[in-house]
T-cell receptor
Framework: GAVVSQHPSWVICKSGTSVKIECRSL??????MFWYRQFPKQSLMLMAT?????????EQGVEKDKFLINHASLTLSTLTVTSAHPEDSSFYIC?????????????FGSGTQLSVL | QQQVKQSPQSLIVQKGGIPIINCAYE??????FPWYQQFPGKGPALLIA?????SEKKEGRFTISFNKSAKQFSLHIMDSQPGDSATYFC??????????FGTGTSLTVIP
């Protein structure tokens, strides 16, 4: 299946610093990518939809100034957690829609475990 | 409103057993139903998927049963193994390509 690469797989940072997570579609172009947050033993919580060349669409309750999303190319979306605090510690996952065929399929990155000290 | 309802929340079976995970939906516009498998610390991986024009799809030990009239679909894992222990998510999508996920089922296969 199609590959979505997410980097880094884990990161530890100090409170107040910013962290950037990258999500790349390796063998298909993705005009739309999604960012999720997942707490232990819980489901995927959609944070935002990243659209290439335009502003991201954020879900209700997600601070857009806190979680900056940039989708500058058809294969790359980035999520920057700004001024991170311990409560931002979580597992972040991206996904990308592969439209090269029907039906459209959704593939996930391997996730990023963020720990804010 | 939860577009896709998944049950059970957790499931424990003995090795060789056949765990069954069920999902239900209301929106008849859904036309693609994938299942994802997620291991701890990893992202979900596409496992198997079905479209509503067939009632069953089998790939290896994994089978999806689809009941269009009941708006239900389920995942069966034949001859389950400890390595199948993971969280499983069902999903549904429609022509606008929005994906809706179930709440997940944590499966434990005991040796």
């Amino acid at each position: 299946g199609a590959v979505v690469s997410q980097h880094p797989s884990w990161v530890i940072c100090k409170s107040g610093t910013s962290v950037k997570i990258e999500c790349r579609s390796l063998d298909f172009q993705a005009t739309t990518m999604f960012w999720y947050r997942q707490f232990p033993k819980q489901s995927l919580m959609l944070m935002a939809t990243s659209n290439e060349g335009s502003k991201a669409t954020y879900e209700q309750g997600v601070e857009k100034d806190k979680f900056l999303i940039n989708h500058a190319s058809l294969t790359l979306s980035t999520l920057t957690v700004t001024s991170a605090h311990p409560e931002d510690s979580s597992f972040y996952i991206c996904s990308a829609r592969d439209r090269t065929g029907a039906p459209v399929k959704l593939f996930f990155g391997s996730g990023t475990q963020l720990s804010v000290l | 409103q939860q577009q896709v309802k998944q049950s059970p929340q957790s499931l424990i079976v003995q090795k060789g057993g056949i765990p069954i995970i069920n999902c239900a939906y209301e929106n008849t516009a859904f036309d693609y139903f994938p299942w994802y498998q997620q291991f701890p610390g990893k992202g979900p991986a596409l496992l198997i998927a079905i479209r509503p024009d067939v009632s069953e799809k089998k790939e290896g030990r994994f089978t999806i049963s689809f009941n269009k009239s009941a708006k239900q679909f389920s995942l069966h894992i034949m001859d389950s193994q400890p390595g199948d222990s993971a969280t499983y998510f069902c999903a549904a999508s429609m022509r606008n390509n929005q994906f809706y996920f179930g709440t997940g089922t944590s499966l434990t296969v005991i040796p």
